[in-house]
């Protein structure tokens, strides 16, 4: 089945440094990724949608300019939290969307970032 | 506004069956998603529906009854292992996926 590999699986940072995660989609090709946000106790956000070629889709209230995302080819698609800060320690998910039953497009996730901003 | 509902934590015992019911108010419907998330971890795949009727995979099953908005997840012969979150998500007919925010499965002796 389809794999999307993701890492680093745990970061932690100082405050005001930027961290990088990566999603690479294994075998198979995704023109589009979507990278979510998820607390503690708390359901899957959706931060943003990563184009192959162009720029990402940000959710309302995601700030674009502080989560940059770079989908640079068919298979990898690139998170960077500029300037961290405590507020942003979360568990970071990419995922893409692959062939599933009844020809349904389903979720593949990574296998998430854990960031701690000190 | 597009909605998921959920029961935020159920019980069960091990060998026992349990079922997780999903409601749904979305604009539009394009098939619905069963994920199994343990904790620490990222959510997998278990089922997708898309017409109405019951689809079995192995000790899961998974119903769906557009009419109603309802959607319901089966599991049987209850592991330990089970122990864990599981997400609802509906696509709309924009086919953004909508989550719920969860169920806590948690599976005692």
């Known amino acids: 089945g389809a794999v999307v590999s993701q890492h680093p699986s745990w970061v932690i940072c100082k405050s005001g440094t930027s961290v990088k995660i990566e999603c690479r989609s294994l075998d198979f090709q995704a023109t589009t990724m979507f990278w979510y946000r998820q607390f503690p106790k708390q359901s899957l956000m959706l931060m943003a949608t990563?184009?192959?070629?162009?720029?990402?889709?940000?959710e309302q209230g995601v700030e674009k300019d502080k989560f940059l995302i770079n989908h640079a080819s068919l298979t990898l698609s690139t998170l960077t939290v500029t300037s961290a800060h405590p507020e942003d320690s979360s568990f970071y998910i990419c995922s893409a969307e692959a062939g599933g039953p009844s020809g349904a497009n389903v979720l593949t996730f990574g296998a998430g970032s854990r960031l701690t901003v000190l | 506004g597009q909605n998921i509902d959920q029961p935020t934590e159920m019980t069960a015992t091990e060998g026992a069956i349990v079922q997780i019911n999903c409601t749904y108010q979305t604009s539009g419907f394009n098939g619905l998603f069963w994920y199994q998330q343990h904790a620490g971890e990222a959510p997998t795949f278990l089922s997708y529906n898309v017409l109405d009727g019951l689809e079995e995979k192995g000790r899961f099953s998974s119903f769906l009854s557009r009419s109603k908005g309802y959607s319901y997840l089966l599991l049987k012969e209850l592991q330990m292992k089970d122990s864990a979150s599981y997400l609802c998500?509906?696509?709309?007919?924009?086919?953004?996926?909508?989550w719920g925010a969860g169920t806590k499965l948690i599976i005692k002796p």
């Open positions: 990563s184009n192959e070629g162009s720029k990402a889709t940000y």
């Open positions: 998500a509906v696509r709309d007919s924009n086919y953004q996926l909508i």
